[in-house]
Structures are given as structure tokens and as C-alpha cells.
């Protein structure tokens, strides 16, 4: 548990000066780089008997799509990006059947949901960044729910919860 209140303390030491002090366009790369790690992690845990080479371009994938959100360009890139991890997905298939090595419904789906969806719902922070005014606050404020949640809930847990 020390290690989660590390890493959220080194996060908001990170996250604070890259929300209020930097160009829209490095938000996104620190967006880009969360949703890269988000599909890898989530692979490792749901599906490791993916091939590497799978978690990579899902990773690529995965960091190009909220980097696009900066410029305005998020549509066609994203259209882009979801249809290449598709022809990916498929081309992955195609080989794993001539290995007799099938790669699994279970797999399929959360390689597409890690490289397609995952991106498209973290972009959507890069996208609220463009629009107008008071967008710096309303980029904290989803990482400041969810710090505020999980702090109170490890309190809570300390308190109320069962002691060894």
C-alpha cells in the first residue's frame, strides 16, 4: 500500500506542473505515454500469452491516439489507428492458425479493447484541453476525483476495516 501513496504522490508531482504549466502538446505526450503503459499492463494481466510484438504495436497504437487530440486531428487519426489494430488483429489471427497456436476470444478482446478503447476514452482528456476557457482545471479535475477517492478509501479502510 506504501507504494501506491509513492506513486500517486510522485504522479501529482509530475501531473501538476504538466497540466498548469506546459503547452497542450505535452499534456498529450504525458497522456499519450499513461495510455501506452494502460495497455500494457492490462495485456500482462488479461491475456499474457499474447506475442510481444502485439503489446507493442498496441502500446504504439495506444500512445498516437491522444497525442492527436492536441492538434485537432483526432477523428481521422483515431478512425486510423482503430482500423490498423484491426488489419493487425486480423493478420495476428491468420498467422497464429498457420502456427496451430489460436489465439483465443478472450485475447482478441482485450487486445481490441486496450488498443482501440482505452486510447479513445484517455484522448478525450487531450480533447477537453482545446476547449476554451477554465480547460486547465477541467484537465485536473478526473485526476483529482480519483486521487481523492482512492485516498479516502484507503483512510476509510484504516479505520473501519478489520485489523490482523
Request: hydrophobic content about 65%; overall charge positive.
Amino acid at each position: 500500500m506504501m507504494a501506491r501513496l509513492i506513486v500517486a504522490a510522485v504522479g501529482i508531482a509530475i501531473l501538476l506542473p504538466v497540466v498548469f504549466l506546459c503547452p497542450l502538446w505535452v499534456f498529450a505526450v504525458f497522456i499519450g505515454a499513461i495510455s501506452a503503459l494502460c495497455v500494457r499492463e492490462f495485456l500482462r494481466c488479461t491475456a499474457p500469452e499474447l506475442p510481444l510484438r502485439m503489446r507493442i504495436v498496441g502500446m504504439a497504437l495506444a500512445a498516437v491516439v491522444p497525442f492527436a487530440g492536441a492538434f485537432g486531428g483526432h477523428n481521422a487519426v483515431t478512425a486510423a489507428a482503430i482500423m490498423l489494430s484491426l488489419l493487425y488483429l486480423a493478420a495476428e489471427i491468420i498467422l497464429s492458425f498457420q502456427r496451430e497456436a489460436p489465439i483465443s476470444m478472450q485475447s482478441i478482446l482485450a487486445y481490441l479493447f486496450s488498443a482501440a478503447l482505452m486510447p479513445l476514452l484517455l484522448g478525450a482528456l487531450v480533447r477537453v484541453g482545446t476547449a476554451g476557457e477554465w480547460f486547465r482545471a477541467r484537465l485536473l479535475l478526473p485526476f483529482l476525483i480519483a486521487f481523492t477517492c482512492d485516498s479516502g478509501a484507503y483512510f476509510v479502510g484504516i479505520t473501519l476495516g478489520k485489523h490482523k
